[in-house]
């Protein structure tokens, strides 16, 4: 079975330029968390989608959004880049939206570079 | 704001040596503790899921104690090999709602062949 895929692998972007990110979780999973990962710390929650509605939004400006397709796909969107937006955007898949103990199972991120 | 220390920071084996790194949590509104290996230039991969005080897990060669009362949790690493080198995340879930998981700043393992 595959894994979580993300793509790109790797993207350049300007300040003030949008991306967006994309995610397809292991098959059957109904849940999708993003995170971002600024070198030297740990990945940090930015929004978990569960059956296409947000389930939970950390810390993070309304520059970022996010939204869940039909077949649980998800898009991580970031509106004007700034240079701290640089970062490894990791995508997690769940069969569980809400409860204790649940595996997330990751994938291997996309790398965003902003200049 | 849950806070959740790690340590240490690095560590460097010879192989063959056994190895434990703690993870420190508030024990408050404590759901889950995950534990997550994560090599580089590839995805986390999900070692440990812990929800219950006095939890024991073990996959091989590797381990896992949770103490929910006091807020932290050890994994262990019996005769660390090369392939272990990687950095180890810990993770709680504070969050029952959803299955936000707050990261340490993870420790890094380094064995020496």
Redesign the interface.
Known sequence: DA??TQSPTHLIKTRGQHVTLRCSPISGHK?V?W?QQVL??????IF?YYEKEE??R?NFPDRFSARQFPNYSSELNVNALLLGDSALY?C?S?S??????????????TRLTVT | ILNVEQSPQSLHVQEGDSTNFTCSFPSSNFYALHWYRWETAKSPEALFVMTLNGDEKKKGRISATLNTKEGYSYLYIKGSQPEDSATYLCAPQADGNTGKLIFGQGTTLQVKP
């Open positions: 894994g979580v849940s968390s995170y030297g710390q740990g990945p940090q929650f978990q389930r939970g950390g990791l997690a769940s569980a939206g809400r409860g204790q103990g649940y595996e997330q199972y990751f994938g291997p991120g």
